[in-house]
């Protein structure tokens, strides 16, 4: 796979289906890391789906008609800044420079709607996920909580100031 070929794109409302398609395969593939769970996101109505992405700026990276990996930046309005959630790279894609595509596309986001910080939660245990948050200039701040409330996975935050 070659990273110039690669199509970055945002996603609009009226593509709430490739959203969907691309997060319950994210679900599927790694259960473990996200906040919500593969049944939740398969109750979601067409409504949830085009809501969810007018709250966010949803990106989604693809090549030759397939998705390869999505990320969203979303207005975190109590803490002034940008949370970066929902990133996922297919497993064909891992290692080839998508995921550093996601990342930097919710920071120029970030930064072209002027904020001054991104922060995100990665899974304790994710080094894979946590290098590449390291790459980009994410630190820990030293909060942990649960992934999801009631299971023991742990998530830990990091920040860029930009």
């Known amino acids: 796979m070659n990273i110039s ?13 490739v959203f969907r398609r691309v997060r319950l395969r994210a679900l599927a593939d ?51 800044g940008v949370h970066l959630i929902s990133m996922w790279v ?3 894609a891992r290692g080839t420079g998508v995921s550093d595509l996601l990342v930097r596309a919710v920071l120029d986001w970030a930064v072209a709607g002027g904020h001054q910080v991104v922060r995100l939660e990665v899974a304790d245990g994710n080094a894979v996920a ?5 790459r980009h200039g994410f630190v820990r701040t ?14 830990f935050e990091m920040v860029h100031n930009l």
């Open 90 to 92: 297919a497993p064909e």
């Open 30 to 80: 790694t259960p473990q890391f996200f906040g919500s769970t593969l049944a939740e996101a398969q109750a979601r109505t067409e409504a949830d789906w085009r809501a969810a992405l007018l709250d966010r700026a949803q990106f989604v990276a693809s090549a030759e008609g397939v998705e390869l990996g999505t990320v969203a930046g979303m207005p975190d309005f109590e803490r002034d």
């Open 142 to 155: 030293g909060v942990s909580g649960f992934v999801r409330p009631g299971e023991p996975g742990l998530e």
């Open 5 to 17: 070929t690669i199509d970055l794109r945002l996603l609009t409302a009226d593509e709430w289906e």
């Open 130 to 134: 946590e290098r590449l948050y390291l």
